[in-house]
């Protein structure tokens, strides 16, 4: 058929939505830009070389280097037990408005090779623990490098180790050592003094080469000034009144939390003029507004704590809007707010704003300006997608765990200027986090056939209507008690089924209409079609039931399901999908529609695409949207960074934030026209012959006899040694194809089965009897095991215009073959048609080819058979869907239908069917 006609409406889907967001320096819920120690971002990949890390806790960036402390201790493996240099990271980090080079067919925007490794003799090795010596490390947590001076805390063996210049050599002995008298002891004392340490995991150097432990089980800071010996004395204390001291140790269940104390800090930074300290175990972040002077300096502000004396984990009674009041009558309060905090690790100012490691609730604040307050509420969110949510811990989505825009336990946090570095602990990596020009909202990328999918039901009235009965129809939502909705209307006298309708309808949708779902009419199918308002699976919740007030035996109002279903999550896409992308300002021009019968380019208008950092085709570029494909080389990934870049009229670059899009494997998505609530689908007959269909089933045994009958016609195939449904299917097809002079034969993508089609285009051939039947080959019996042969049509029927849309002035018919064009339905076979699958590129592989994962359909309320379910021929990332509708499925204008892969279920599409025999 021409596939020619269906280019038309391939785009009209992803021109129906627009997304408006606002433009912001960090965003919260963006997706990192780059990713150092994992290829892709979501491996998480155990094991240790030059371009893998371990469960990794310290970073720090100084004169164009990156210094990873690959160990942690938050119970995630694996311990690699090293420190890793990354010398002139510049030649890998690439500047956030430059393309990403196309030298990496998978990931180039998975970087970071080290150049050398310290505490182990190179970067295969992890051994742990190691004997105490001037070269080795036990569990180093904290680093710190200020492009002169490097230090390190070798938190096990309760020391701090300096290197006067950055080493270049793997396994360089360290210069001086801090906390113990010489490199060969490491045992802990409980003796407070300004010489010891005990599981110092924070260090920092200033710009003056002034060295700042967090000494963590000590619960205080000390700083030490310029280290140039062994075992120097400390000058500064803070958290606890002097060098002797410690408030915390005798009252160890009850903290003491004032401004002047701490427990268990774990990081200490400073951006020259103020001083900054993750305070762990009280949940906070302490504030200097200058640069303490003398012992026992209290702090001037706290975050993560309304006050200086509380110190509860996600403290969010005192610092979080109630959400209302509870089942047991009380003001009930999120999990956690932008105000609160859970085990802070890391706290860094970029001398304009203030980052926190807030690990316990797995993100990273972003305050753009230091806080002048105690309890300021963060500007944006990082690792999560809103202030009051841990998506690292909800059990529903476990994709997200280590998506592009999540973290699992983050620790450390590093600056260079344009990037912000974070450590991933659980997800073994560094993520590279970037301020751009716009931002792109959190569910940006969708499928393009159907970028939102609604939930969708009715209610049917049947009967006799008698006057004075109350019809009424009630719509909730399941996950908010209280929140149905009653519409009544009282029939009146003469009053018809469809007045009734009309009536309920506007009820429903008068006054700004019922929040949850939106009503419109069916009158041929004397029904009420009801479709969510908002999109995806929310609207699954949204609750319909119907009643007559009296109840009567003479008249009906049944209800689809005690629900809406269909809402789908049109935001995860699937690789070789057809996407849309939205946002704002994305470009200033907007292009032509690129055909998808050629090759498509991967730049219009000056703006490009990119996947973690891979070039994507194009088919549409507009200010607020762009419509592109998915590539292929994303297969098996979970999640990847969208990028979007363009050269302005200007001449300026401008960029996107990243946007995290949640790949799988497949989610099938059919195009439909989304002018008209509900969309009617796009749809096309596929014969201009009468058509059947007979299945090869069961098991093939050598001597079974495998018959189709054409009228009085046999066509026998005997089963021979080693063959298969699909090769006495193809042994049918060849016998019909060789004698039958009425009808031609042809396979199906799907399972084993025989399409037949009339030779005589037109209505001629409608009517020819067909059947199939096996048997064992001797007694003529059918036995268990023998292969089975079943029609599922007793005749050939349908005949129409190939490629003619449906419509209602062109009804589908019981029985036929229609078909339906979709999008995001994964790869196909065999591996002749998967090799064919060429990002951008039409496919160009067999004809009969079926996507990997099975396809199913309804129709009607009834079972479609899926005949063939695989890529068009000609096109680029177009699938198409042959459905063989039920032979009984019923008269209705407005038919439901969808297609299904695995749990996946696409957006709603209706057809109008008219069955001769059951017309209404």
């Known amino acids: ?68 402390a690959d160990s942690n201790r938050v119970g995630a493996l694996p311990n690699n037990n090293r420190v890793l240099v990354y010398r002139d990271l510049s030649s890998q980090v690439l500047s956030p408005y430059d393309a990403f080079p196309q030298n990496d067919t998978r990931c180039p925007a998975c970087i970071g090779k080290a150049t050398s490794v310290l505490g182990q003799p190179d970067f295969a090795k992890v051994d742990f ?32 180790l300096i290197w006067r210049s950055l080493p270049t050599s793997n396994e360089a002995p360290a210069d001086f050592v801090v ?50 010996q ?79 004396t509380s110190y509860l984990s996600n403290n969010v009674e005192k610092l979080c809007q109630s959400t209302g009041t509870g089942a047991d009558g009380n003001a009930a309060y999120p999990a956690l707010c932008g105000r609160s905090m859970s085990m802070p690790r890391f706290a860094l100012s970029d001398g304009q704003r203030l980052y926190v490691s807030d690990s316990g609730n797995d993100r990273v604040l972003v305050y753009n300006s230091i806080p002048s307050g105690n309890g300021f509420a963060a500007d944006a969110v990082l690792g999560q997608q809103g202030d009051a949510l841990n998506q690292a811990s909800d059990s529903a989505e476990p994709d997200r765990v280590a998506s592009t825009d999540s973290f699992r336990t983050p620790g450390a946090l590093a600056w260079d200027g344009a990037n912000l570095y974070v450590a991933d602990a659980f997800n073994r990596r560094v993520l590279l986090y970037t301020p751009a020009d716009y931002h792109l909202p959190l569910t940006a990328v969708r499928n393009a056939a159907s970028p939102e999918v609604f939930a969708q039901g009715y209610i049917v009235v049947a009967g006799t209507l008698k006057a004075k009965e109350k019809a009424t129809i009630k719509i909730g939502d399941n996950s908010v008690e209280g929140s149905e909705k009653s519409y009544t209307v009282t029939v009146a006298e003469d009053d018809t089924i469809r007045a009734l309708i009309d009536r ?24 009420i079609m009801f479709q969510a308002r908002n999109a995806g699976p929310p609207g699954n919740n949204v609750s319909l039931a119907a009643s007559l007030d009296p109840a009567s035996s003479l008249t009906t109002l049944t209800t689809s399901g005690t629900t809406l279903l269909g809402g789908n999550d049109a935001a995860r896409v699937a690789p070789f999908g057809l996407v849309t992308i939205l946002g704002e300002n994305l470009a200033d021009f907007t292009s032509a529609v690129q055909p998808l019968d ?55 670059v401008t960029v996107t934030t990243p946007a995290a899009v949640r790949v799988i494997e497949q989610n099938p998505s059919v195009f439909s026209d989304p002018s008209l609530p509900p969309a009617p689908g796009i749809a096309y007959h596929f014969s201009s012959a009468a058509t059947g269909t007979i299945s090869v089933d069961g098991t093939a045994q050598p001597g079974d006899e495998a018959s189709i009958f054409i009228r009085d016609r046999k066509y026998a195939y ?39 089609r009339a030779k005589i285009p037109g209505p001629i051939g409608n009517g020819i009897p067909i059947s199939g039947k096996s048997s064992d080959g001797a007694s003529g019996s059918v036995i268990d095991g023998s292969v089975i042969i079943s029609a599922f049509n007793t005749e050939l029927c349908c005949a129409n215009e190939a490629g003619a849309q449906v419509t209602v002035d062109n009804p589908a018919v019981p029985g036929e073959t229609i078909v339906v064009l979709a999008a995001g339905m994964g790869l196909v076979g065999p591996d002749e048609a998967r090799d064919a699958m060429k990002t951008g590129m039409p496919y160009a592989g067999p004809d009969l080819n079926d996507v990997t994962e099975f396809a199913n359909s309804m129709a009607g309320g009834k079972t479609a058979n899926v005949l063939f379910a695989g890529l068009v021929k000609g096109l680029v ?44």
């Not at 309920?504 to 029904?527: R, V």
């Not at 060789?738 to 199906?748: N, T, Y």
Request: glycine share 8%; with cysteine; proline share 7%.
């Open 598 to 652: 050629r090759p498509l380019p991967y730049k219009l208008v000056n703006t490009e695409v990119f996947f973690d950092g891979v070039r994507a085709p194009l088919i549409l570029v507009a200010p607020d949207r762009v419509v592109c494909q998915l590539p292929v080389v994303m297969t098996g990934s979970t999640s990847a960074s969208a990028i979007i870049r363009t050269v302005r009229a200007d001449g300026r």
């Open 129 to 160: 623990p190691r004997a105490i010596a001037q070269s080795t490390l036990n569990r180093p947590l904290g680093v710190a490098y200020n492009g002169r001076m490097l230090a390190v805390a070798d938190t096990d063996n309760n020391r701090v």
């Open 718 to 756: 005997r089963v021979q040694a080693g063959d298969t449904t699909a090769s006495i299917r193809d042994g049918l097809i060849a016998l019909i194809n060789a004698a039958d002079p009425e009808v031609e034969a042809f396979g199906s993508g799907t399972f084993a089965r025989v399409r037949l």
């Open 877 to 920: 990332g177009v699938y198409e869907v042959h459905l063989e509708l039920n032979t009984d499925i019923p008269t209705n204008p407005r038919t439901p239908a969808w297609v299904a892969q695995s749990f996946q279920i696409s957006n709603y599409f209706y057809i109008p069917v008219v069955n001769p025999r059951l017309a209404q």
């Open 504 to 527: 309920l309808i506007a009820a429903i949708n008068g006054g700004g209409g019922d929040p949850l779902a939106l009503a419109s009419p069916n009158y041929d199918f004397n029904a």
């Open 230 to 308: 062994n075992n120097p004395d400390a000058k500064l204390v803070l958290g606890q009144k002097d060098f002797n001291s410690d408030q915390q140790t005798s009252l160890a269940l009850v903290p003491v939390a004032r401004a002047d104390t701490m427990r268990h800090p774990v990081s200490v930074s400073t951006d020259g003029r103020r001083l900054f300290v993750a305070d762990l175990g009280l949940s906070r972040v302490l504030i200097w507004n200058t640069i303490p002077t003398q012992n026992g300096k209290a702090a001037d502000v706290v975050v993560g704590q309304p006050d200086m």
């Open 179 to 228: 906390g113990h008298a010489d490199f060969t002891r490491g045992a802990a004392t409980r003796a407070l003094t300004s010489r010891t340490l005990r599981g110092p995991q924070g260090v920092w150097l200033d710009d003056a080469d002034g060295l700042w432990v967090a000494d963590t089980q000590n619960s205080r800071i000390l700083f030490y000034g310029v280290v140039t």
């Open 1 to 68: 058929m021409p596939m020619k006609k269906w280019l038309a409406p391939i785009v009209l889907a992803a021109l129906a939505l627009s997304g408006p967001a606002a433009a912001q320096q960090f965003a919260t819920g963006q997706a990192a830009r780059l990713v150092i120690g994992q290829k892709p971002f979501g491996a998480g990949d155990p094991g240790a070389s030059d371009v893998l890390l371990g469960a990794l806790n310290g970073v720090a960036y100084g004169g164009n280097t990156l210094v990873v």
